[in-house]
């Protein structure tokens, strides 16, 4: 378990009109029945909790617009290859969905063990 690691980018190339782009990085250990434990602690930054097989709830500083991806960068064993969709982003709200889904595109947890690289990246105005 670490911090959601913080970087803005304040550059004028990137950021012509004074906004600044926040990244949030996390790597997430999933437990059994995908469980993710005690790292929601960061809530200043964001957190993560499983509303049902396969789907869980993102939470992140409010933006104005934001870009959403997951990895999976180590398997736990049985070795399944999820899949991660991004839905329901609501960059204002500060809110979204993440689905991970088998190689059937049925709903699934990641598997005991497995780490999860949670990038967010929110525009802030």
């Known amino acids: 378990m670490g911090n959601w690691a913080n970087e803005q980018d304040t550059s004028p190339a990137r950021n012509a009109s004074a906004r600044s782009l926040c990244r949030f990085i996390k790597v997430i250990t999933i437990g059994a029945t995908g469980a993710v434990g005690a790292i929601d602690t960061e809530k200043v930054y964001g957190g993560i909790t499983r509303t049902s097989a396969g789907l ?13 991806q997951a990895y999976i960068i180590a398997a736990g064993t049985p070795v399944v290859l999820p899949m991660a969709y991004p839905q329901s982003v609501n960059a204002g709200a500060g809110t979204a969905n993440i689905l991970f889904t088998n190689a059937s595109f049925a709903a699934t947890d990641p598997a005991n063990g497995d780490k999860i690289q949670l990038i967010i990246e929110v525009e802030r105005s």
Do not use: C, S
């Not at 869980?56 to 959403?68: D, V």
């Open 56 to 68: 869980y709830a993102l939470t992140f500083p409010k933006g104005r617009n934001a870009f959403i």
